[in-house]
C-alpha cells in the first residue's frame, strides 16, 4: 500500500472514478470513434455557423454561373440557377441534423418512457400495449412515413412528427424487450422489497439499466433517420426545394443527372459523410459501453 | 407447434384488419376533395355531387370505414384507381410479383454474399482482411440507397452505356435494381454475421469442443456456425420489412414498375383507393414474411420452441 492511502489522502485518477470516465477513456482509445466523432464535430460546428462559413448565400442566383462545373470559385460546382451547391450544402446540414436528432431523439424518449411501463407491468397492460404497436408498426416505417406525410403535407416541423410516428413503435419495442429481461433481476426485488413506489422502481433502477444500449441505438437511429429524411425529400414529401435541404438537392439534380452529375454527387456524399460518421460513434460507443464484446 | 402457427395466422388476419384502420384513418384526413382529382376541371356541381354520392364521400367517417374494411375484407374488392380508372386490385396483381421478386432476390442475395464475408471477417479477426471487410460494409451501411443508384446509373447508363437506366422488360432492367438493393444488406449481414460469430467464439461449449481435440474446420461448421446463424435469421426478416418499404425510392429511381412506384404515383395524384390497397398488400407481404421467419426462428432453436411448446401459452413476440 503507499503511502497517500495510508494517510488517506489518496485521490483517485479521473479515469478510476465513475462508469461515464471509464466509458469516455475507452471510447477516446478507439480510432474509428474518434474520427467519427471529429467528423460530426465539424459538421455541426458547419452547420451551426453556417452564415460565417458558406461562401455564397444558399439561395442566391447567378446566372453567369448556371450548372457550372466545380471549379476555384465553386468548390462543388452550381445548380440550375447559378446557386451554389457548396454553400447550399453546409445550409442543408442545418436540416438534417436537426430533423435527425430531434425526431430521433424524442421517439426513443417516448419510445423508453412507454416501453418501460408496459414492459414493467406487464400482464394486461403488456398485452393490450403489444398489440397495438403490432398493428402500428405492421406497416413497414419508410411507408408509414410516407402516407403521414402525404396527410400532413410538406414542411419542416411535418418531416420531424412524420419520422416521430413512425420510429417510436421500435423503440417501444426494443425497450419492453429489455425491461422483460431486467424485471427478474435481484435489484429489482431489493427495490421491491424496500417498498419503492413503481415510478421510483421504474425509471430509477430500471432505466438507468437499460439505458446504453438505448444511447447507441439513438445514435445509429439519427443516421437512419437522416436517409429517411433524404429519401422522402427526394419523392417530394417532406422538405421540398428551393430549401437547400440534401434530399431535395438530389430531387432537384436528377432531372440534370445526364449532362451536369454534380449536382447529384456532392449532396449525395455529404448524407454518406453524416451517416458514416454517426455510425462510426455509434460502433465505437457500444464497445466502450460494453466492454465484453470487444477482447 | 401447429396451435402455434395458427394462432399466429390468427393474428396476422386480425393485425391487417388494424392496418386497414390505421391506413383508413390516416389517409381520410388528406386534404383536398377527390371530385378535384377524379373529375376533370370542368365538370359542374352537379356532376361532383353525383361522383361524391357515388362513392359515398358525403357520409359520416364510421360509415365510410365500415364500408372500406367490408369492401376490403370480406369482399376482397380494392375498389377501382381514380385516375386510371382501372380496378386496383388487377394493377397490384400484376405489379406485386416484380415488387416482391425484386425484394427477394435482393434479401437472399444479400444473405448468401453477406453472411460469408462476415464469417471470414470474424475468423481473420483484426487482421488487414476484417478491418478491409469492415471499413467497406460501414461504407455500404452508410450510403443512402438512392444516391448509390443514382452514382449507379452515371456510371452504367450514362458514362459505360451498358444498361439501361429505366424500364422493364429484360434481364438488364433488373441488374442495377438488384445491385442496389444488395449492397445495403452485403454490409448488414456482414456486420452482424462477424459479431454474432465473435460472440460464439468466446462460448463454452466451443472452448469445450476444441479441449476434447476436435478438429478446427468441424469446430467451425459444426459447432459455431449453427448457432451464429441464428440470430441473423430474425435480422433478415426485419430487413424484409425495409426493403418492401424502401422499394417506393428505388423504384422511383429506375422507373421499376412495382407496386412502390404505383403507390408514388397515386400519392402524387391523390388517388386513395390505390394508395390504401397499395400500402396495405405491402404490409400484408411484410406480415406474411416475418411470419414465416418467425416460424422458421422457432422450428432451429430449441430453446424457443421449448418455450412455446411447455407452457402452451404461445411465444410473446419480442
Redesign the interface.
Known amino acids: 500500500m503507499d503511502k497517500a492511502m495510508k494517510t488517506g489522502r489518496y485521490k483517485r485518477k479521473w479515469s478510476e472514478r465513475s462508469m461515464f470516465a471509464q466509458v469516455m477513456k475507452r471510447l477516446a482509445k478507439n480510432k474509428a470513434a474518434m474520427l467519427g466523432l471529429i467528423l460530426l464535430l465539424c459538421i455541426a460546428i458547419v452547420a451551426i455557423f453556417a452564415p460565417w462559413i458558406a461562401p455564397y448565400s444558399p439561395t442566391e442566383m447567378d446566372l453567369m454561373s448556371m450548372y457550372a462545373a466545380p471549379s476555384a470559385k465553386h468548390w462543388f460546382g452550381c445548380d440550375e440557377v447559378g446557386r451554389d451547391i457548396l454553400s447550399r450544402l453546409i445550409y442543408g446540414a442545418r436540416y438534417s441534423l436537426s430533423i435527425g436528432l430531434i425526431a430521433d431523439v424524442v421517439s426513443q424518449v417516448i419510445g423508453v418512457l412507454i416501453g418501460t411501463a408496459i414492459g414493467y407491468k406487464g400482464g394486461k397492460v403488456d398485452m393490450i400495449g403489444m398489440r397495438i404497436v403490432d398493428i402500428w408498426a405492421s406497416i413497414p416505417s419508410t411507408l408509414l412515413a410516407i402516407l403521414i406525410s402525404t396527410t400532413l403535407g410538406a414542411g419542416y416541423v411535418n418531416t420531424i412528427i412524420a419520422m416521430l410516428i413512425s420510429n417510436v413503435p421500435g423503440g417501444i419495442r426494443s425497450t419492453r424487450a429489455m425491461c422483460l429481461k431486467e424485471r427478474e433481476m435481484d435489484y429489482l426485488e431489493a427495490a421491491r422489497s424496500i417498498n419503492a413506489s413503481k415510478m421510483r422502481i421504474m425509471y430509477k433502477h430500471m432505466v438507468p439499466n437499460i439505458i446504453s444500449p438505448t444511447i447507441v441505438g439513438t445514435t445509429m437511429g439519427v443516421g437512419n433517420t437522416i436517409i429517411s429524411v433524404a429519401g422522402l425529400a427526394y419523392i417530394g414529401l417532406g422538405i421540398q426545394p428551393p430549401t437547400p435541404e440534401w434530399g431535395a438537392m438530389l430531387a432537384a439534380g436528377r432531372d440534370f443527372i445526364r449532362k451536369y452529375p454534380h449536382m447529384i454527387i456532392f449532396p449525395g456524399i455529404a448524407i454518406a459523410l453524416t451517416v458514416l460518421s454517426l455510425n462510426l460513434f455509434g460502433d465505437g460507443l457500444r464497445d466502450a459501453l460494453d466492454p465484453k464484446m470487444k477482447d | 407447434m401447429w396451435k402455434y402457427i395458427l394462432k399466429r395466422v390468427a393474428?396476422l388476419l386480425l393485425?391487417?384488419v388494424?392496418?386497414a384502420?390505421?391506413?383508413f384513418t390516416?389517409?381520410y384526413?388528406?386534404?383536398g376533395d377527390p371530385a378535384d382529382i377524379a373529375l376533370p376541371a370542368s365538370a359542374t356541381f352537379e356532376e361532383r355531387q353525383a361522383f361524391r354520392n357515388e362513392l359515398g364521400l358525403n357520409d359520416s367517417y364510421m360509415v365510410q370505414l365500415g364500408r372500406y374494411l367490408y369492401k376490403t375484407f370480406i369482399k376482397l374488392d380494392f375498389g377501382t384507381s381514380w385516375t386510371y380508372n382501372v380496378p386496383v386490385m388487377q394493377e397490384l396483381f400484376s405489379r406485386m410479383p416484380r415488387t416482391f421478386m425484386l425484394s427477394l432476390i435482393t434479401i437472399v442475395l444479400g444473405a448468401v454474399i453477406g453472411i460469408p464475408l462476415g464469417i471470414y471477417a470474424a475468423l481473420h479477426q483484426n487482421r488487414w482482411q476484417d478491418h478491409t471487410m469492415m471499413v467497406l460494409a460501414?461504407?455500404g451501411?452508410?450510403?443512402?440507397?438512392?444516391?448509390?443508384a443514382?452514382?449507379l446509373?452515371?456510371l452504367f447508363c450514362?458514362r459505360l452505356q451498358w444498361l439501361p437506366a429505366f424500364g422493364i422488360g429484360s434481364v438488364a432492367n433488373w441488374v442495377l435494381p438488384v445491385i442496389t438493393g444488395t449492397v445495403a444488406g452485403i454490409a448488414k449481414n456482414a456486420r452482424q454475421m462477424r459479431?454474432s460469430t465473435?460472440?460464439t467464439v468466446r462460448s463454452d461449449y466451443i472452448s469445450t469442443a476444441r479441449a476434447k481435440g476436435v478438429p478446427e474446420r468441424s469446430v467451425i461448421y459444426k459447432h459455431m456456425l449453427p448457432n451464429a446463424l441464428i440470430p441473423i435469421i430474425n435480422i433478415i426478416g426485419a430487413q424484409f420489412?425495409?426493403s418492401?418499404?424502401?422499394t417506393?425510392?428505388l423504384e422511383?429511381v429506375f422507373t421499376f414498375p412495382g407496386v412502390g412506384l404505383f403507390?408514388?404515383n397515386s400519392?402524387?395524384t391523390r388517388d386513395l383507393p390505390a394508395?390504401r390497397s397499395s400500402?396495405l398488400i405491402?404490409?400484408f407481404f411484410?406480415?406474411v414474411v416475418m411470419l414465416i421467419v418467425d416460424i422458421i426462428y422457432a422450428c432451429i432453436d430449441p430453446r424457443i420452441k421449448a418455450q412455446y411448446v411447455a407452457s402452451g401459452k404461445g411465444r410473446?413476440?419480442?
Open positions: 393474428w393485425v391487417l388494424g392496418t384502420f390505421v391506413i390516416v389517409m384526413f388528406v386534404p460501414m461504407v451501411v452508410s450510403m443512402p440507397e438512392f444516391w448509390l443514382l452514382m446509373v452515371i450514362l459479431s465473435l460472440e420489412g425495409k418492401i418499404g424502401g417506393v425510392v422511383s403507390l408514388l400519392i402524387n394508395i400500402v405491402l404490409a411484410t406480415a410473446r413476440k419480442a
